[in-house]
């Protein structure tokens, strides 16, 4: 059965909220990535920002190499 559309996965350029400053989660994760990666991350990140800066992040970091969970 194919997913309805309104359940879609949105690029966050197209999030309504993406210019909102980052959620408190995105940062706790951002800088558990950051340390993992040795990467440094801005603090100022937007919603959409730090999400995709999360999946960059994942594919750098040995530990989640391969996995792709979504915030």
């Known amino acids: 059965m194919e997913k ?3 359940n879609k996965i949105k690029n966050p350029e197209d ?4 210019n909102e400053p980052m959620t408190g ?3 706790s994760y951002l800088d558990t990535l950051a340390a993992e990666t ?3 991350v801005e603090q100022t990140l937007t919603k959409a920002e730090a999400s995709e800066k999360i999946e960059a992040l994942q594919e750098k970091s040995d530990r ?4 792709h969970p979504k915030m």
């Open 38 to 40: 040795g990467e440094h």
């Open 25 to 27: 989660a995105q940062q």
């Open 4 to 6: 309805e559309k309104s």
């Open 15 to 18: 999030w309504t909220t993406g």
């Open 64 to 67: 989640l190499k391969g996995s």
